[in-house]
């Protein structure tokens, strides 16, 4: 079966540090992966998504850039944190890109800036 | 007006009540709607995945979704203290890669 592992669990920096974030699948090949951050408060909204290696697409513009160097690992990171991007944050996969695919989330990385 | 919106709650009830969570959206597009249950400190958890619309159901889970009315439910029959969590809705249209979710329903099942 699929499992998706993300760390660290939680997070506390300061703000005008780097950040980087994990996240890896099992048990497939080949799948398509989201980033997503849930802000206390707001509902989940997707920060970033990629269907192959080194193959990135942003939906909103912001201080973190994402990045996959192997075909199940995605990797979220930003070279200097904002008080703004405290939150928490989800890896999820699925196996197609549109529409009938359902997504499946890891466990999240809660991320407190000081 | 947001495109999905769902009552915050919390909701509280006894434990072997019926529970019914909603949602409505704007967006006519939508066609896969999915429940997700998250526990506190943890990431959402896939329950139920239905198409257009109709009902469907998985142990003591119902979904149902109204296109017509926008309208989508989660049934929760014989409720448990262990179905104390958040429940979000979320749906997405055929095109879409991000799933649009709602805020989530806060529910309490005391035993």
């Known amino acids: 079966s699929q499992t998706i592992h993300q760390w660290p669990a939680t997070l506390v920096q300061p703000v005008g540090s780097p950040l980087s974030l994990e996240c890896t699948v099992e048990g497939t090949s080949n799948p398509n992966l989201y980033w997503y951050r849930q802000a206390a408060g707001r509902g989940l909204q997707l920060l970033f998504y990629s269907v192959g290696i080194g193959q990135i697409s942003s939906e909103v513009p912001q201080n973190l850039s994402a990045s996959r160097p192997q075909d199940r690992q995605f990797i979220l990171s930003s070279k200097k944190l904002l008080l703004s991007d405290s939150g928490f944050y989800l890896c999820a996969w699925s196996e197609g890109l549109y529409g009938n695919q359902p997504q499946h989330f890891g466990d999240g990385t809660r991320l407190s800036i000081l | 007006q947001k495109e999905v919106e769902q009552d915050p709650g919390p909701l509280s009830v006894p434990e072997g009540a019926i529970v019914s969570l909603n949602c409505t959206y704007s967006n006519s597009a939508f066609q896969y709607f999915m429940w997700y249950r998250q526990y506190s400190r943890k990431g959402p958890e896939l329950l139920m995945y239905t198409y257009s619309s109709g009902n469907k159901e998985d142990g003591r889970f119902t979904a149902q979704v109204d296109k017509s009315s926008k309208y989508i439910s989660l049934f929760i029959r014989d409720s448990q203290p262990s179905d104390s969590a958040t429940y979000l809705c979320?749906?997405?249209?055929?095109?879409?890669?991000?799933?649009?979710f709602g805020k989530g329903t806060t529910l309490s099942v005391s035993s």
């Open positions: 979320a749906m997405r249209d055929q095109a879409g890669t991000a799933l649009i």
